[in-house]
Structures are given as structure tokens and as C-alpha cells.
């Protein structure tokens, strides 16, 4: 039972376009979200993060938005570069818990 | 920035060896974690440690073990390798009141 899903495996976005990923999670308990970027053969790196009792973050080219009655996330990378090609995966967090459910991921493929 | 170091990166060894993989950050973080990750899957949760002389199994069974005996060193064995085993292993830690996990680089095993 997947808590924590990414529907979509790929996305390919022009340069200078904005790219926006998503995510659904099913556990009404989660309320602390993070967004990582993957390149292959390394650790994932942290992105933006956004706790249950806002809907929005935004840092720089990165904005988080929370939907919580939809129980949905997603991450809109504006204006988007070819640096930004690697796989984002979310994740979601239980209060008191600190254990993280990641998604499968989206490879994100920005073309110049 | 994160100090979260993983070794071995890449271990390639035969069905029946004992591994040991090593994770260190020299954060002071209290809580580590150790994740699975097979190519286009999610990060499986296998262990994690609230600090010293804490351990815990995760979301997902894992024949491997873990030891916590000082904060800053988290390694993971397994007594003896199968080729099931081949995977990427990602060690993380977090500070206890961000949640935000930071990520080593990873070590790829391979089993024959």
C-alpha cells in the first residue's frame, strides 16, 4: 500500500518553461512534505519543504504548493534550466514520527 | 551545508560474504536512517535510530542489521550477501527539530 505516489514516471519541459510535479499522499496524518532532486549515482538533495499548517513555500525558482483536502502536493519549478533535469521525489512525514514515506519519483528531462 | 559521508560508493562481491556499510556525519544529528532504493523505486525506510543505542526496523524487511553506538557513526552489515541483496543504500540524518533529511552519496552493491 503506497502512502506516498507519483503517477507520473517522466515529464519533459522546455527551457525556460515551467515545470510542475506532483504528488498524492493517502495517510490524512502526514503533515510535514519535502521535495528532493536525484541525479544518478548520488544521495538525494533537498529541495523546499512545506509543513501541513501553510500552502504554499517558495524558494527562488522553487514553490511547494498544499492542497491538504485533496491530500496533494506539487512542486513548480519556474523558469525551469537544463540543470534541473534528474528525478524529484516527494516525501511525507507523520507528526512525532520523523519517518519519511518517499514516491517513486519523476525523471524530469528540461530541454534547451 | 550536509557532512554525510558513505563508504564504500561501489562494492561489487560474491553470494555468502559478510559487508559491512559505513555511514558517519559529523552534524551531531540524533537521528539516522538507512534506505533502499532499487532503479525507479521509491526509497524504502530499512532502519533508523533515534540516537545512541537506539535502533528500529523500517517500513520495509531488510536482512541487514544496524548498531548505533556513537551519534555520529551508523553502519549496516549484512552476515551474508545474496544476489537480492543488489541495490543502492542511502544513509541519511536529520536534526531533531527541522525534519529536513540530508542525504549521503550512496553505495551501490552488487551481489553475484
Known amino acids: 500500500d503506497q502512502q506516498v505516489k507519483q503517477n507520473s514516471p517522466s515529464l519533459s519541459v522546455q527551457e525556460g518553461r515551467i515545470s510542475i510535479l506532483n504528488c498524492d499522499y493517502t495517510?490524512?496524518?502526514?503533515?510535514?512534505f519535502l521535495w528532493y532532486k536525484k541525479y544518478p549515482a548520488e544521495g538525494p538533495t533537498f529541495l523546499i519543504s512545506?509543513?501541513?499548517?501553510?500552502d504554499k513555500n517558495e524558494d527562488g525558482r522553487f514553490t511547494v504548493f498544499l492542497n491538504k483536502s485533496a491530500k496533494h502536493l506539487s512542486l513548480h519549478i519556474v523558469p525551469s534550466q537544463p540543470g534541473d533535469s534528474a528525478v524529484y521525489f516527494c516525501?511525507?512525514?507523520?507528526?512525532?514520527?520523523?519517518?519519511?514515506?518517499f514516491g517513486t519519483g519523476t525523471r524530469l528531462k528540461v530541454l534547451a | 551545508e550536509a557532512d554525510i559521508y558513505q563508504t564504500p560508493r561501489y562494492l561489487v562481491i560474491g553470494t555468502g560474504k559478510k559487508i559491512t556499510l559505513e555511514c558517519s556525519q559529523t552534524m551531531g544529528h540524533d537521528k539516522m536512517y538507512w534506505y533502499q532504493q532499487d532503479p525507479g523505486m521509491e526509497l524504502h525506510l530499512i532502519h533508523y535510530?533515534?540516537?545512541?543505542?537506539?535502533?528500529e526496523k523500517g517500513d520495509l524487511s531488510s536482512e541487514s542489521t544496524v548498531s548505533r553506538i556513537r551519534t555520529e557513526h551508523f553502519p549496516l552489515t549484512l552476515e551474508s550477501a545474496r544476489p537480492s541483496h543488489t541495490s543502492q543504500y542511502l544513509c541519511?540524518?536529520?536534526?531533531?527539530?527541522?525534519?529536513?533529511?540530508?542525504f549521503g552519496e550512496g553505495s551501490r552493491l552488487t551481489v553475484l
Open positions: 535510530s533515534y540516537g545512541v543505542n537506539s535502533t
Open positions: 516525501a511525507a512525514s507523520e507528526a512525532g514520527t520523523y519517518k519519511y514515506i
Open positions: 512545506i509543513s501541513s499548517i501553510k
Open positions: 495517510n490524512s496524518m502526514f503533515d510535514y
Open positions: 541519511a540524518s536529520s536534526e531533531f527539530s527541522t525534519g529536513e533529511l540530508f
